[in-house]
């Protein structure tokens, strides 16, 4: 299976477009997205939640840029994007267009996370409240980390996820403290593996490579 996706891109016009996540439920969350009207038809490549990177400019010229954003859906002549208004003058001039993970594709169990709160929420400034290092395996050689996260919706609703890394491989972890809040945790491919990045207030860091992911909500986890 193929899982790195690159594609050149004509944006022809951007439009302003309200989202919403999770409608008619307690989660429900208004955003605004912005809908690319594009010369290439990506609907049979990319899937709804997936993360992308735009480019801008030409590389090495003070034109150049990059950010990410959150495909919310895709069309034969459109792709819908949640990113930070502050690209918003940028899109129109997105000349390249790459997958950088998708969550649908790659994390077991992340459609029921999808189902609920409407999206695959980056964890930006929820709390961390159990990180936890396991030997896998009859040799010991293999490492699983556990993570329990506790996700706060716009409308301060609470749901404890639960995060598995299993197989750990070439990590460099450092000590996490209890109810420490995450600032980042980037997701994205190498090779067949998924390289995991994450950042959090209170010192804790940890780069790392593995090659399976699962996400439940911490009422149906492994304790």
């Excluded at 193929?2 to 409608?23: H, L």
């Excluded at 840029?65 to 690209?87: E, H, K, R």
């Excluded at 159990?130 to 699983?144: D, H």
């Excluded at 994450?198 to 304790?223: P, T």
Aim: glycine fraction near 6%; include cysteine.
């Amino acid at each position: 299976m193929k899982k790195e996706w690159e594609w050149n891109v004509n944006v022809r016009s951007v439009e302003r477009e309200e989202i919403c996540f999770a409608s008619n439920t307690a989660w429900q969350v208004q955003a605004q997205g912005y809908r690319l009207y594009v010369n290439t038809d990506l609907s049979a490549e990319l899937r709804a939640q997936d993360q992308v990177r735009m480019t801008v400019g030409d590389l090495g010229k003070p034109d150049w840029a990059a950010f990410i954003g959150t495909v919310v859906d895709c069309s034969s002549d459109s792709i819908l994007l949640y990113t930070s208004p502050q690209y918003e003058s940028s899109l129109m001039n997105t000349r390249q267009l790459e997958r950088l993970f998708s969550p649908l594709t790659s994390i077991e169990g992340a459609q029921n996370v999808i189902d609920k709160l409407g999206f695959f929420p980056p964890f930006h400034y929820d709390i961390i409240t159990k990180v936890r290092m396991e030997a896998a395996g009859l040799c010991g050689n293999q490492k699983n980390l556990y993570v329990t996260i506790s996700h706060t919706s716009a409308g301060g609703l609470e749901q404890p996820i639960a995060l598995y890394f299993e197989d750990i491989q070439h990590e460099k972890i450092s000590p996490a403290e209890e109810c420490n809040i995450c600032l980042q945790l980037s997701l994205a491919y190498e090779g067949d593996q998924i390289r995991v990045e994450w950042d959090a207030v209170s010192g804790f860091e940890a780069s790392f490579l593995c090659r399976k992911m699962i996400v439940q909500f911490h009422d149906e986890s492994k304790s």
